[in-house]
């Protein structure tokens, strides 16, 4: 176990003066040959990599904050911290750093900082340089301390000293003594001095400045000082404004009063960073960081306190799910859980801390307001409470939705199937409410991330096989309902922005669950409502369903292939096509991409299915090259048919192929539903009828060439052959029947027992009961072997093609 002295978060300084987290780590300080010196590594604590390699440079300034916080600039434009967990790492670390550079370990900051374009201003200056005698702290003095201020800036050696003898003679509190006076006197231009004076010792950027004008006693005075600003013709009132207008709201008893100061010193700090202060562009890059590490580490504090209370969560937690706690109530409780939340992103440790959040009921409990409350603002903030959490661990979040599954027969009380009805009935014009839901649903059912405790098959299997069986049909349900006729039947923008949203989610299922989105689309003919979204008025949903057929046929399945083929899917796609005319747009670009790719791919099944069907209607098409593309490769097929070889001049009667190739429908339903039944990761499903049989298979087989033959497997061979995806039983994807699993450990069928005597091995019987693999092509069993299974078997059997 690592030691957690050494554990540490590093931060980095954004361009928009936020402290944006980089991962969670151990440090250490080493040599490092490449950087030629003793450095500071930070190792990764998920997988070992280098998070941090920063050589340990005699010249930089590193500042040691608040007992656990390294920070120090490198470059121009780039601000480190290193957040510890324990003092004592930071002790040694800062320790390392002082003995590198030659000082004392007591010190706060290393050295001064010196700009390189002061260098030679500053080479001839003395160790120790003489200290900055500040003017006598009058009313009478004010404009010469204001210039005074003003002209130390620009000289970072002079702003180090002007920040020491601030602090030194207690400076701050006896301009804010003065600034009462002024006050009271209506001085109107000392007042103007004192807040051009505070600005620039906010530009000094030191944390214990900070310190000094943001503690209890002096906040009030310091806000008081900023209201009268030089340009304005008439003050703000920021003092009235927090103490009336804006209201604190203790929604659970806060018994600890360091807790309670440091909430109400972070609010106004940060009003005043947001509110008051110019914009950063006014200031040097990175001028008031020391403001923003000030709130950053507050917020880190506030948390660390709120967590460390035995009875505060506890407390919250329980009134937000007690059924008498009003309305007005719970709005407070959960818009005080979204802050805490909020707050909670800055945290080292965020796994730990929405483990706890959990294990106290927050995710019921955030069911529980989506699904019962109606005020927009209490259900926003609960979605953005759910937000923090499935982005930061989603796995978190499945593992409580198959739980609650575990313990609930109803589908309707399902967090996932709130979270989707909340996304469809958003009554938001723009739907804000809903994308931000659907980017959520994406990423719970997102492969890639799904993480099991035990291995990622086994969230992944379990937690799809979960989603298809109890919340698909929800997710669907407004597109089922508006495309009964095969037409939508309301076409206003806001539904067709709704049924946008659930394409894209379509489209991604289709991509990532690949078996399951399969079962689900052919099974329920889905495909079909879909393609009738092209009848729409709204050219986006158009291209959401070309989009979503597009990525059907990009799986090269030839189970969605004969779907598409027998369900005549793509005529609405085509009738689509040439209703749009000669118009150049992105729904015309979208359909002839499928054609290309069809083409390109050389999909036999579908090219020779679009030829026979809507080749007349492609006739004249010729400002692209598709379709003269599409006609030649079907020539080419039909010419292989015409000159095919005939396997030793004995070519098998058409009547024996389509027995070979063609079957009936009954008997394919059966045998499909049979091997869904095996399949371990999904239920059994309906294969509807329109995938059961092609009447022109055989047509289209005979149109093969005699070498491709063999490889295009029989319908019911294909089905299975092409879920070789979904195979989670660690069971080989092989293109065979479906046989029990204990059988599948031998090739060879145990021998059965019959009244009748029956030779132990034939040439026959070897070709009848097991595969057998000539030139890399698969043997394929005789059709009837499994219904005569109970009878004796006769010793001889058919011939068998191209043997």
């Not at 083929?565 to 002839?592: D, W």
């Not at 399949?679 to 499903?685: I, T």
């Not at 299974?789 to 059997?797: A, C, G, I, Q, R």
Request: some cysteine; glycine content about 2%; overall charge negative.
């Amino acid at each position: 176990m690592a030691d957690t002295r050494r554990r540490v978060k590093l931060y980095v300084l954004n361009d928009e003066r936020q402290w944006d987290d980089r991962g969670t780590g151990h440090v250490s300080s080493s040599y490092v040959e490449r950087l030629n010196g003793m450095s500071l590594l930070v190792r990764a604590e998920s997988d070992g990599s280098i998070l941090l390699e920063s050589k340990i440079e005699p010249d930089t300034a590193y500042q040691k904050q608040q007992e656990t916080l390294i920070v120090w600039s490198e470059n121009e434009n780039c601000d480190l911290a290193l957040s510890f967990q324990e003092k004592a790492g930071c002790d040694e670390i800062w320790q390392k750093i002082c003995e590198v550079q030659g000082k004392d370990p007591s010190v706060d900051i290393t050295q001064d900082i010196v700009e390189e374009s002061e260098d030679e201003r500053f080479d001839e200056m003395p160790d120790a340089a003489p200290p900055i005698e500040l003017p006598l702290c009058e009313l009478s003095r004010l404009e010469e301390i204001s210039e005074l201020f003003s002209s130390v800036l620009p000289s970072p050696i002079k702003r180090e000293k002007l920040a020491l003898a601030i602090e030194n003679d207690n400076y701050v509190k006896r301009l804010l003594e003065l600034f009462h006076v002024c006050e009271d006197l209506e001085n109107m231009e000392g007042l103007h001095h004192l807040y051009e004076i505070f600005k620039d010792i906010f530009l000094l950027n030191k944390n214990s400045l900070l310190e000094m004008m943001f503690s209890e006693d002096s906040i009030n005075a310091m806000l008081g000082v900023l209201e009268y600003d030089p340009s304005l013709s008439t003050p703000y009132r920021h003092r009235e404004y927090l103490s009336s207008k804006s209201r604190f709201k203790e929604v659970i008893p806060i018994t600890n009063r360091e807790l309670l100061n440091k909430i109400h010193q972070t609010y106004r700090v940060q009003y005043i960073q947001d509110t008051i202060l110019p914009t950063p562009s006014v200031f040097e890059e990175n001028m008031l960081s020391a403001l923003n590490s000030f709130i950053f580490f507050n917020k880190i504090e506030i948390v660390t306190m709120i967590q460390d209370d035995e009875k505060f969560l506890p407390e919250l937690f329980s009134q937000l799910m007690d059924e008498n706690t009003d309305d007005e109530k719970r709005q407070d409780l959960v818009l005080f859980l979204k802050e805490f939340c909020m707050f909670a992103q800055t945290c080292q440790n965020r796994d730990a801390f929405f483990k706890m959040l959990s294990a106290l009921g927050l995710l019921p409990a955030l069911g529980y307001i989506l699904q019962n409350m109606e005020e927009p603002v209490v259900r926003q903030a609960a979605t953005d409470i759910l937000a923090y959490i499935v982005e930061f661990s989603p796995t978190l979040v499945r593992e409580f939705i198959l739980d609650q599954r575990k313990q609930q027969t109803d589908d309707d009380i399902l967090l996932m199937n709130v979270i989707i009805e909340q996304m469809i009935c958003d009554t938001d014009e723009d739907l804000g409410g809903a994308i931000q839901l659907m980017n959520l649903i994406r990423i719970l059912l997102d492969p890639e991330n799904m993480m099991g405790s035990i291995t990622l098959k086994t969230e992944k299997t379990e937690f799809l096989s979960f989603f298809y069986k109890h919340c698909i049909h929800v997710l669907t349900a407004p597109l089922m309902a508006n495309t009964a006729t095969l037409k939508p039947s309301k076409d206003d923008y806001q539904t067709a922005h709704l049924l946008s949203i659930i394409m894209d989610l379509l489209t991604f299922c289709v991509e990532h669950h690949t078996y399951h989105a399969k079962n689900h689309i052919i099974s329920k003919d889905l495909l079909r409502r879909i393609l009738a979204l092209l009848k729409s008025q709204h050219a986006f949903l158009n291209l959401c369903a070309v989009r979503c057929m597009r990525r059907i046929i990009s799986l090269k399945d030839d189970f969605y292939n004969r779907y598409i083929i027998k369900g005549k899917l793509f005529e609405p796609l085509v009738n689509a096509f040439l209703s749009n005319g000669n118009k150049y747009n992105l729904l015309n670009s979208a359909i002839l991409d499928l054609f290309e790719f069809v083409r390109i791919e050389d999909i036999k099944l579908l090219i020779v299915h679009m030829m026979e069907e809507h080749g007349s209607a492609f006739k004249n098409i010729d400002y692209v090259k598709t379709f003269q593309g599409l006609h030649k490769k079907y020539e080419q097929l039909k010419d292989r048919e015409t000159n095919k070889p005939d396997f030793d001049g004995l070519r098998q009667p058409s009547s024996f192929q389509n027995s070979r190739y063609r079957r009936d429908a009954r008997a394919l339903d059966e045998e499909e539903e049979m091997w869904f039944d095996q399949d371990d990761e999904q239920d059994p499903a309906v294969i509807p009828e329109a995938v059961a049989s092609l009447p022109e298979m055989s047509v289209i087989i005979d149109s093969i060439a005699p070498e491709e033959k063999e490889t295009i497997a029989e319908p019911k061979e294909m089905d299975k052959e092409n879920f070789d995806n979904s195979n989670t039983n660690g069971r080989p994807n092989s293109p065979v029947k479906c046989i029990p699993i204990e059988a599948e450990t031998t090739i060879t069928p145990t021998p059965v027992l019959t009244n009748k005597t029956v030779p132990t091995s034939t040439s026959a019987e070897v070709k009848s009961s097991s595969l057998t693999r000539k030139g890399g092509l698969v043997d394929y069993p005789d059709e009837d072997s499994d219904e005569d299974s109970d009878e004796d078997l006769p010793v001889s059997k058919r011939p068998r093609l191209a043997t």
